[in-house]
């Protein structure tokens, strides 16, 4: 996928302020007197013009190049070669924040970290109270979410890895990230960050699938993000990677999940098993653990405790 090209009219905008219609009708009149007389090569597309047919002309200053009906009616407003001058003036700015964007992205999730909490779950586990360490070097930031008892005794609970995807072979910047952290935490949750996303690379991360290891592709051109959607956990993670959104807490996904029954929020184990794509035995410890619900005695079934 290429970056996002700007539009005639975002260059026109760009160049000329707001009142760009005057200068779409002072073209539109110039090209009646101008181009009346014989055949004209469109400047844009390259196509013969008949002097009958609806034309327009660039409306770069005194740019008297023609512009055939089809491209004009499409939104073409400047000729070819002025065209690429403004494009390369507007979108190499674009470029340059793209890639300040790709730079502090990293310190941009930790700000929102200290301010919003950091992660209290994964599909395997909720917890709490876990504290904050940032591994950052040339190649990648480490985010360590880990929980202390005693004064030698650590344990991670869940690594997020970000990362500038630099190799065109993504497959191969997954293995290694995989290969240097994935061992080392019980949950790895991998952002990878680029401004150019092609076809082959964007399938790559839309069929990648470890359940202890999550990759995520974020295109910052366009604002999309790639990862497997069948790995039903996946879009409630990403909240924690996004610098958008804000993050999924394990409370804020069973209230979500929850059927409001006699004025109460309840979910069962089956419900939450089918909601994340994962066992019930596993959806029973989950839910358990939460010191926010309330088990209801001789069924499958928890409710939501009120906040006081």
């Given amino acids: 996928m290429n970056e996002k090209v700007l539009s005639d009219i975002d260059l026109a905008l760009k160049e000329f302020g707001t009142n760009i219609r005057e200068k ?17 090569i469109c400047s844009r597309c390259g196509k013969r013009i008949d002097p009958n047919e609806f034309l327009g002309k660039c409306i770069y200053n005194a740019c008297e190049n023609p512009i055939c009906g089809t491209c004009w009616l499409s939104g073409k407003r400047f000729c070819k070669s002025h065209f690429e001058t403004l494009t390369k003036k507007y ?19 930790e700000k929102r970290f200290r301010e919003l ?19 950052k070097s040339r ?24 990362k500038p995807l630099t190799n065109k072979d993504a497959e191969s910047e997954i293995n ?10 019980p949950f790895t949750m991998a952002l990878f960050i680029s401004k150019n996303v092609d076809k082959t690379t964007m399938e790559i991360f839309e069929n990648f699938s470890d359940n202890k290891f999550y990759v995520f ?3 910052v051109a366009t604002g999309k993000v790639f990862f497997n959607k069948n790995m039903k956990p996946a879009p409630y993670l990403y909240s924690w990677l996004s610098i958008d959104q804000k993050p999924k807490m394990f ?12 004025g109460r929020k309840v979910i069962s184990v089956k419900d ?4 994340l794509g994962i066992g019930e035995k596993n959806a029973e410890k989950l839910l358990k653990n939460c010191d926010f619900l309330e088990h209801i005695e001789r069924t499958d079934s928890f409710i939501l405790k009120e906040r006081v």
Avoid: C, H
């Fill in 24 to 40: 779409e009708t002072e073209a539109e009149q110039n090209a009646k007197k101008i181009f009346s007389k014989r055949t004209y």
């Fill in 272 to 275: 939450l098993a089918e909601r």
């Fill in 176 to 185: 290694f990230i995989k290969n240097v952290f994935g061992e080392e935490s």
């Fill in 91 to 109: 979108q190499t700015g674009i470029m340059e924040n793209l890639k300040d964007v790709i730079k502090n992205y990293p310190e941009i999730l």
């Fill in 251 to 262: 409370m804020d996904i069973i209230s979500e999940f929850s059927e409001r029954i006699s």
């Fill in 139 to 162: 190649i990648q930031t480490r985010f360590i979410f880990y929980k202390t008892k005693f004064l030698l005794w650590k344990k991670t609970k869940i690594q997020i890895i970000i």
């Fill in 217 to 219: 592709l974020q295109d």
């Fill in 117 to 135: 909490g950091f992660p209290d779950w994964t599909p395997n586990e909720y917890f709490k109270n876990v504290k904050m360490k940032v591994e």
